[in-house]
C-alpha cells in the first residue's frame, strides 16, 4: 500500500464506508462525499476491471464504458501490478 495515502484522515474515511449497510446509505453518503463526475468516474473504473478481467478488448470496453484508453491502461496495471483489491472485491462478488 501507498504509504503517502495511510493517514488517519483516510482511515477515518474506511471506517466510515465500513459501517455502510445498504446500498441505499451507500448512496446517500457517497453522493453527499463525491461530485456526480467522481462518483460516476469511480463506478466507471470498476466496470472496466470487470470488463478486463473477463477479457474484453479495449475497444470493447472503450465502446461500452466511454473510458478512455489511458483510463483502460491504468485499471489494466492495478489488476496486474497493484494490491490485489480489485481481486478481493471480485472474489467476495462471487466474479
Known sequence: MN????TEAVDALFDAVL???T??????FFEDLCTVNELLSL????EVASMLR???TY???AEKTG???ATISR?????NYGNDGYALVFERLGK
Not at 446500498?23 to 446517500?28: A, G, P, S
Open 75 to 79: 485499471v489494466n496495471r492495478s489488476l
Open 19 to 21: 459501517n455502510l449497510k
Open 23 to 28: 446500498r441505499e446509505e451507500c448512496y446517500n
Open 59 to 61: 475497444l470493447e470496453i
Open 54 to 56: 473477463d477479457h474484453k
Open 3 to 6: 504509504k503517502k495515502i495511510r
Open 67 to 69: 473510458a478512455s484508453t
Open 43 to 46: 463506478s466507471q473504473r470498476f
